[in-house]
Structure formats: structure tokens, C-alpha cells
């Protein structure tokens, strides 16, 4: 392995740039022709042991709150488009950055003193172990690797066991879809036969890496945004855990990194073991 150093389960009350709209979770759904603009999404069927509010939607709108302290923050899948986010925002907070990573080119760009990118593979318990010491929070943000891939479902129990090895408190913040666990329910029912035909390793890999952090870890957030694009940061992001509004069709991948390092990380409850729908403000 080599590292570089580089230049309780209550519903959530108010707290972030949350604005949930008074529609429940039986009300519109996303489209068909929305779902197959956003193939590339990973969503899917259903999972157990989730902390779900009862309440629906209310109408309360949440600030956008800064994190008050510096943390150290692992990410696992810091190459990809929105562990990269995660990675260049938390690092111009002020956070100390650890990414473990199998290709350390793309990081090595961003020449900050407060990176320290390992080369390493995320299915090594070692290694993942190794990139965790001395941190206070962890973010997994993995993707499939082509049609048929099981590195999420693969990765997390050995990702699981070296955080619970390491420090069982530290907040894991993990990254999914729409659509998959119980917010399967979520989508429209043409959206699900795509999900159930098109989709289907996809879907399969992702639930079984959430029913593995749900029932080995026990400080978590699952963050699970609506399609992604690659816009710019409007830190306008909205979050429900009952599903997004019928008119969410994608958000910027920034917007979801800085809904993570505002609201999910150490010290910051309101999500804390709650798989979270994340998207963009409704006009």
C-alpha cells in the first residue's frame, strides 16, 4: 500500500437547507420518461431495520448550517464524480481529507496540505483499516465498474468491519440512490419494472451494501440523491427521508457533497441512522 502526503432514532426536527413539500409519500411520482433520461442511477428494491419517521412530508423549511469543527474524513471512492466533490469541498472548509483510492492521479491535482491520498483497494481490510486510523468520519461513495459489478456489496462488509475495528462511533455517511431500500416505493410503478429489468444487478448490489451498513455499523447516514449532473454548487439542496417530489429529475453532484459535510457528519444528528432522499429545490 503507498500513501502520499499532498501540498436515537427520532424524526428529524429543524435543522439544514431542508424544504419538504406537503406532499405524501403515496402522492406523484417521478415519470417514466424522467427515470430513463437517469439510467445511470443505481436504484433499487428493498431493505429491513430502517428508521423510518411515520409523520409525512410537514412544510418546515431547514437553514443550511455550517460544520463547527474541523474534522478528518476518509472517503472511499474519492475519484469518482461525487467523492470528488466531497473531497475538493472538505478540503476548502478546512478539513483534513484521507482518500483511499486505486489510481492516485486525479487527486494528486489538488496539491493540498491538508490530502493524504493512500493507494490502495477498498476490498483489502488492511488497507481500508489503515486509511480510517486517526479519523473522525467516513464517506463511501462507490459505483459499479460496468454491468454485473458487485464492488459496493463487496466492499462494505470489509469497509464495515475496519471502521467497527477502528472506532464503531464514527459516523459513516453512505452514498446510494433514490429508489433503492424502501424508497423503491418511491418511484412510479413503470419506473420500477425499468428498475426490475434494467437495472437489476445495479439494484442488487446497492441494497445489499445498505442492509450491510444498516445492520453491522451503527452510526450511519444514507444519503440517496435523485439523478446526478455535474452542475454548479447552489447549496440549495432539500432532503426527505419519505422520497423526492415528482418534479426532482437531478441534482448537481456538489449540491450532494455539500449536503453531506453540512449536515451528516459527527455532530450533526438530524440524519444520524436515516437512509435520507436528497434533490434539488422545487420551483
Known amino acids: 500500500m503507498e500513501k502520499m502526503r499532498l501540498g436515537s432514532k427520532s424524526t428529524p426536527s429543524s435543522c439544514t437547507h431542508f424544504r419538504s413539500t406537503a406532499t405524501s409519500s403515496s402522492g406523484s411520482h417521478p415519470t417514466f420518461e424522467d427515470t430513463l433520461a437517469n439510467l445511470s442511477l443505481l436504484i433499487g428494491g428493498s431493505a429491513t431495520n430502517v428508521a423510518i419517521p411515520n409523520n409525512t412530508r410537514s412544510n418546515h423549511i431547514i437553514t443550511m448550517a455550517t460544520a463547527a469543527a474541523i474534522k478528518t474524513i476518509t472517503v472511499i471512492g474519492a475519484t469518482g464524480n461525487t467523492g470528488f466533490a466531497v473531497v475538493q469541498q472538505a478540503l476548502d472548509a478546512g478539513h483534513n481529507v484521507k482518500a483511499l483510492v486505486r489510481n492516485t492521479e486525479k487527486l494528486e491535482a489538488l496539491k493540498n496540505d491538508n490530502l493524504t491520498v493512500t493507494k490502495g483497494d477498498v476490498t483489502d481490510y488492511n488497507d481500508v483499516k489503515a486509511a480510517l486510523a486517526g479519523s473522525t468520519d467516513l464517506v463511501v461513495s462507490l459505483g459499479g465498474r460496468g454491468k454485473g459489478s458487485t464492488i459496493c456489496s463487496t466492499a462494505q462488509p470489509i469497509i464495515n468491519k475496519a471502521l467497527n475495528d477502528t472506532d464503531p462511533n464514527m459516523r459513516m455517511v453512505c452514498v446510494t440512490s433514490m ?13 420500477r419494472r425499468v428498475v426490475d429489468f434494467i ?12 442492509r450491510s ?8 447516514v444514507l444519503v440517496r440523491p435523485v439523478g446526478l449532473s455535474d452542475g454548479e454548487l447552489t447549496k440549495t439542496a432539500q432532503a426527505d427521508p419519505h422520497g ?4 426532482s429529475k437531478t441534482i448537481p453532484r456538489a449540491d450532494v457533497a455539500h449536503f453531506i459535510l453540512n ?8 440524519w444520524k441512522r436515516y437512509p435520507v432522499t436528497v434533490f434539488p429545490p422545487q420551483k
Do not use: M, R
Not at 244 to 247: M, Q, T, V
Not at 263 to 270: A, F, K, Y
Open 244 to 247: 423526492a417530489p415528482s418534479a
Open 213 to 220: 451498513v444498516i445492520k453491522d455499523t451503527t452510526n450511519w
Open 199 to 210: 437495472l437489476k444487478s445495479a439494484i442488487a448490489d446497492k441494497n445489499l451494501q445498505e
Open 179 to 191: 429508489g433503492v431500500g424502501d424508497s423503491y416505493w418511491d418511484v412510479t410503478w413503470a419506473t
Open 263 to 270: 449536515q451528516c457528519l459527527s455532530g450533526q444528528d438530524e
